[in-house]
């Protein structure tokens, strides 16, 4: 059972804001929503996670929907180097139990960013 | 230079033959996870492990098996009864219940 839902592919232009949406309506309380993004042929890297209140890092922000039912990661200024694969996963709170290892990633959305 | 190696990048293997992954990790993290990644698909779970001498199944730990006798090293065995094994498989490992940090990959292709 998907518990996130992604776009599969989004274009964006080098130099602009790159937003990608995430839908999570089944999320809980205690879910924390979590970015990864995957650039072709390597490993995952951690981008940004939020629960309820809109983050940001020196990569991306995160921005979350008042009823937490969706958010959105934007990439300010998309670069070349920011053409990957982005999963939006969602995580329950740390100590909530065992399953909470059992991270499951979609497949995600295919970001380009085009010269 | 902390960080997680998989070894090896590539591996080729015969029908029927065991092959195991190595992954190490020398960040001091206690869990650490195994991924099976396909062509464009999404990564799926194959083992856990939350804990030294403790590891879990995930959605498709048949025909693999692991173990965990130290910290910074969770193998991956892939047996003869993985009926279709070529895939890419990644490594992972978190600081209990945060973020995952992720190996490169080893790329396994059966003859």
């Not at chain 1, 937003?19 to 809980?28: A, D, G, R, V």
């Not at chain 1, 309820?52 to 922000?61: L, R, Y």
């Not at chain 1, 300010?76 to 059992?102: E, F, M, Q, W």
Request: charged share 20%; glycine share 8%; with cysteine.
């Amino acid at each position: 059972d998907a518990k996130t839902t992604q776009p599969p592919s989004m274009d964006c232009a080098e130099g602009r804001a790159a937003n990608l949406p995430c839908n999570h309506s089944t999320i809980s309380g205690n879910e924390y929503v979590y970015w990864y993004r995957q650039i072709h042929s390597q490993g995952p890297q951690y981008i940004i996670h939020g629960l309820k209140n809109n983050e940001t890092n020196e990569m991306a922000s995160l921005i979350i929907t008042e009823d937490r039912k969706s958010s959105t990661l934007i990439l300010p200024h998309a670069t070349l180097r920011d053409t990957a694969v982005y999963y939006c996963i969602v995580r329950a709170a740390p100590h909530s139990g065992g399953s909470n290892y059992k991270l499951t990633f979609g497949k995600g959305t295919l970001l380009t960013v085009n010269p | 230079d902390g960080g997680i190696t998989q070894s090896p990048k590539y591996l080729f293997r015969k029908e029927g033959q065991n092959v195991t992954l190595s992954c190490e990790q020398n960040l001091n993290h206690d869990a650490m996870y195994w991924y099976r990644q396909d062509p464009g698909q999404g990564l799926r779970l194959i083992y856990y492990s939350q804990i030294v001498n403790d590891f879990q199944k995930g959605d498709i730990a048949e025909g693999y098996s692991v173990s965990r006798e130290k910290k910074e090293s969770f193998p991956l065995t892939v047996t003869s009864a993985q009926k279709n094994p070529t895939a890419f498989y990644l490594c992972a490992s978190s600081p209990t219940e945060a973020e995952l940090f992720f190996g490169e990959g080893s790329r396994l292709t059966v003859l």
